[in-house]
C-alpha cells in the first residue's frame, strides 16, 4: 500500500487525494494551483513514510515548514497546491506523463 501510487479526484467540491495519508481539500479553500519543476529541499520527515523515493505524509521543508507530499519518486514535475490556510501540498506520480495530465484534469475542474 506505502507505495501506491495516489489517485486525485473530484468529489463533493473537494480535490481528494487517495492512498496513505489520503487528504481532501475544499474546492473553496484552494488559494495556488501550479504545475512545478522543483520542490523545496526537505529537511526531514515529521510524520509519514519515507521509502527511498517515495515519500507521503508531512515533512518539514526548507523556506516552508511543514508541508504534506504524495511523491512517487523524484521525477519533475510537481502538483503544487496552497490552502487558503497556508498549507503547502505536492503530488507526483511514477510517469511524469501522468503528473502532467493529472494537472490538467484537476485544473479544468477548478475553472
Keep these: ?8 479526484l473530484i468529489e463533493n467540491n473537494n480535490v481528494k487525494i487517495t ?7 475544499p474546492i473553496d479553500n484552494i ?6 519543476e522543483s520542490i523545496p529541499s ?7 513514510l519515507g521509502l527511498g523515493k ?12 511543514t508541508v504534506k507530499l504524495f511523491l512517487q519518486n523524484s521525477k519533475k514535475p510537481y502538483i503544487h497546491l496552497i490552502d487558503k ?6 503530488i507526483n506520480m511514477k510517469e511524469p506523463d501522468k503528473t502532467s ?3 490538467s484534469f484537476i485544473r479544468k475542474k477548478l475553472n
Design 19 to 25: 492512498g496513505l495519508y489520503g487528504e481532501s481539500i
Design 54 to 65: 517515495i515519500k507521503k505524509g508531512y515533512f518539514k521543508a526548507e523556506g516552508l515548514g
Design 85 to 90: 490556510t497556508g498549507n503547502h501540498y505536492f
Design 101 to 103: 495530465d493529472t494537472y
Design 42 to 48: 526537505i529537511i526531514f520527515r515529521s510524520n509519514g
Design 1 to 8: 500500500m506505502s507505495s501506491q501510487e495516489p489517485s486525485v
Design 31 to 36: 488559494e495556488e494551483f501550479s504545475l512545478s
